[in-house]
């Protein structure tokens, strides 16, 4: 963390520890709540022309231990494969479970955040930071989650935070590492729900994915979150779930 004083009369430090309390806080509010998810990743050929596509419609609740279950509502089959870009089971889970909230405080100890400065978001104030996965210039780290074949664990890139209610209201960036896996930059936009919450609603991301072997892919993803409702305990979801 950078002992860097911002503009307002709290420090970084202590807008850090307010921000990933409520990410804490968040992450677990949210399990009261179903939800819908649109998601889509599109393959972009020459002249940004769609020459393959991946789409699923789902509906998820937690149940009582904190699982996500998931019921597919719309899957038309994937054809990514045809326009060269191949997604296995690991990168649909990864695309599909998308974390929505960066930095909890459990996290915190991995990352290394900086004080960027403040940033004017529509009608919001906001505090901006940088976030970087510690394990990047760690080599022995970086080593141990290579041999872990565990790539897109950490998110990297910026958050914005809300000077009122000190929730993140904006997050763009990318997951890492990355080895044999590649993911695209994304940009993740927060709406306040309920009026007390401020929920992910939709991830957009437009990028040139860069491949040791065979040309880049030219990918555009769109994950919408909507239809947010409060559910009694012991909600069961009959169907396909997870």
């Known amino acids: 963390m950078q002992p860097v004083k911002s ?4 420090s970084p430090e202590e807008v850090i520890r307010r921000f990933t309390t409520k990410e804490s806080e968040l992450r677990e509010v949210w399990k009261d709540y179903a939800y819908q998810q649109e998601s889509r990743l599109q393959v972009l050929g020459p002249a940004r022309v769609v020459s393959g596509e991946y789409y699923q419609v789902s509906e998820f609740v937690f149940d009582d231990s904190g ?3 998931q019921k597919i509502i719309k899957a038309p089959p994937s054809t990514l494969d045809q326009a060269g870009l191949t997604m296995t089971a690991e990168d649909q889970n990864a695309f599909i479970n998308l974390q929505p909230f960066a930095l909890t405080a459990e996290d915190l100890p991995n990352y290394t955040v900086t004080y960027v400065g403040k940033e004017k978001i529509d009608d919001l104030n906001t505090y901006v930071f940088e976030v970087t996965p510690k394990a990047l210039t760690d080599p ?10 565990a790539e897109g664990k950490y998110f990297q890139g910026r958050v914005w935070v809300d000077d009122q209610d000190f929730q ?7 997951t890492v590492p990355e080895f044999k896996q590649r993911f695209p930059r994304f940009e993740t936009y927060r709406e306040n729900i309920d009026g007390r919450y ?3 609603t939709y991830t957009t991301g437009d990028d040139e994915l860069e491949f040791e072997k065979g040309p880049s892919v030219h990918v555009r993803m769109l994950v919408r979150y909507k239809n947010y409702r409060k559910f009694n305990s012991d909600v069961k979801i009959i169907g396909d779930a997870e």
């Open 198 to 200: 401020w929920f992910p």
């Open 168 to 174: 993140i209201v904006k997050t763009a960036g990318k």
């Open 140 to 149: 022995k780290l970086l080593a141990k989650l290579k041999r872990e074949k």
């Open 67 to 69: 699982k996500r279950l």
């Open 7 to 10: 503009s307002g009369s709290l």
